[in-house]
């Protein structure tokens, strides 16, 4: 097994699993984490996990997740766990492509997210997933992946959230609410014995200007507020990346294009926004996507020779398709890319988790493991490590 080749986090759920997630994902009275509301749930959850780290460790994954086994959502589960947050059904879900359609992909509705209290990152359940993750690795290295505090900052900004009426009148409000229960959860998370985060941080592509389908591409857009938003995400993100080093952990972020049912949400390359983001988040490693065209070209990875402590997974493997991935076409990336960034830098993985959202992509566990496996052969080839 290759010591150069990682997940992102997320793995295809069991249908034991997945026949609680399916009743959740409907039930608007449920309270988070739902274990109080479903009979079994908890002992199934607690099962489920300690199947998928055991055969992460007999595949040889490096660095080891729960498979997000405890999450429905990438990211809105650890919101719900925040003190002063109520999560409901929304009228609509997000908005992705469709496959080979013009026409718009609705996700899950239970998206919902209203703040009811001060925000508050004390006592979160994660925490109580990470320490049973934690007990089934004794001696291996571990990693919790949760939405970037700037993400989760640009959604709840986007809602009804803030105003008079609201607990936080003003995005600044908001702001200082949103870090301070951050900080409070990763003080705990190292306490715990963390010492890898991962910010999963999916927000970028909506300021590169060659992505059609963010709402700030256009000619009527005021490209100073824009410019203005994008400094607000940089601000908030390194305040809590250098809170991490403070605790001695390590910060590393993924970032993708959307990935649920197999679709995505849209593009935008890496090149338009490499100076605003790549150069100057503060991550110790960025987990990024190639595996289709959409990311644009290589060259974004330039800004990387001035960030010399800064490591790169390259997402040259789908987690989308059911077959494997063409293995000349990574070699040719892989090759281009070490001609940039000492391929002592570099490491491979798929573009993002084969099950961002508990109903996973489009393929089989078996399929699963059999792009897993591929992706470590790959990288054992290239490397020899």
């Known amino acids: 097994m290759s010591k150069k080749f990682e ?53 040889g994954v490096g660095t080891v997740t729960d498979g997000e086994y405890s999450k429905s959502l ?9 003190k002063g947050v109520e999560r409901y059904i929304a009228k609509h879900g ?15 509705k239970d998206i919902g997210l209203k703040i ?83 910010f999963d941080d999916c927000l970028w592509e909506i300021f590169a200007d060659d992505n059609p389908n963010s709402p700030y591409t256009g000619e009527n857009i005021n490209q100073e507020t824009v410019k203005a938003l994008a400094a607000e995400f940089i601000d908030i993100n390194n305040a809590l990346i250098d809170f991490g080093h403070g605790l001695g952990l390590k910060v590393w972020t993924h970032n993708c294009r959307g990935n649920y049912d197999s679709r995505n949400m849209g593009g935008g390359s890496y090149v338009k926004i490499a100076n605003l983001f790549l150069k100057q988040l503060k991550y110790d490693r960025f987990f990024l996507e190639w595996d289709d065209d959409r990311a644009g070209s290589l060259a974004a990875l330039e800004v990387f020779k001035d960030k010399p402590g800064t490591e790169i997974v390259l997402g040259l ?41 508990d109903g996973g992509n489009e393929l089989t566990e078996s399929e699963q493991w059999a792009k897993i496996e591929q992706g470590q052969r790959i990288a054992l080839k290239y490397w020899g490590v």
Request: with cysteine.
């Open 94 to 108: 997000y908005f992705f492509r469709d496959k080979d359609s013009a026409e718009s992909y609705e996700t899950r």
């Open 74 to 82: 990438w990211h809105l589960d650890f919101v719900w766990g925040l």
């Open 116 to 198: 009811v209290g001060e925000l508050s990152g004390k006592n979160h359940h994660f925490i109580r997933v990470f320490k049973r993750l934690k007990a089934l690795t004794p001696g291996k290295q571990s990693k919790l992946c949760i939405p970037s505090p700037s993400h989760i900052f640009g959604e709840l900004s986007w809602s009804d959230n803030i105003g008079l009426k609201g607990v936080y009148a003003t995005p600044k409000q908001l702001k200082e609410g949103l870090i301070r229960a951050y900080k409070e959860f990763v003080t705990e998370y190292a306490a715990a014995g963390g010492e890898i985060i991962q």
């Open 317 to 357: 493997l789908s987690s989308k398709t059911n077959t494997l991935d063409d293995e000349a076409r990574v070699f040719g990336l892989l090759d281009e890319a070490s001609k940039i960034i000492g391929k002592e830098r570099l490491s491979l993985s798929h573009q993002c988790g084969f099950a961002s959202c």
């Open 7 to 59: 997940l992102v986090g997320s793995l295809l759920r069991p249908e034991e699993l997945l026949s609680y997630k399916k009743q959740i994902e409907k039930d608007d009275k449920a309270v988070y984490p739902f274990y109080a509301d479903y009979k079994g749930y908890e002992e199934c959850e607690a099962a489920a996990t300690q199947a998928v780290v055991k055969k992460q460790i007999e595949h």
